[in-house]
């Protein structure tokens, strides 16, 4: 396991983010095929969770990106 995340690692540092995007098209796509499969019954259950996962990956990610960009826009405009 830890060769894999390894492997990884390394890919992510070798791709621009253009390919890190078709990653998450490609991610989100699967995550849309497995929602269409779930039982009508449980499709309440899993967008709770799906919900909650969102949010809890999304702040801290925008909290790291946020002030990087403003910082990085701020020297680009700075004069």
Do not use: H
């Not at 995007?21 to 095929?33: D, E, H, I, R, S």
Request: glycine residues 4%; hydrophobic residues 60%; proline residues 4%.
């Amino acid at each position: 396991m830890k060769k894999l995340i390894f492997a990884a690692n390394a890919y992510i540092q070798q791709s621009d983010w253009r390919m890190l995007a078709l990653v998450k098209f490609c991610l989100c796509a699967v995550g849309v095929v497995l929602g269409l499969l779930v039982p009508s019954k449980a499709k309440k259950a899993v967008l709770g969770v799906s919900l909650v996962v969102f949010a809890v990956t999304y702040i801290p990610l925008m909290a790291d990106f946020l002030p990087k960009a403003v910082r990085s826009l701020r020297d680009e405009y700075a004069l």
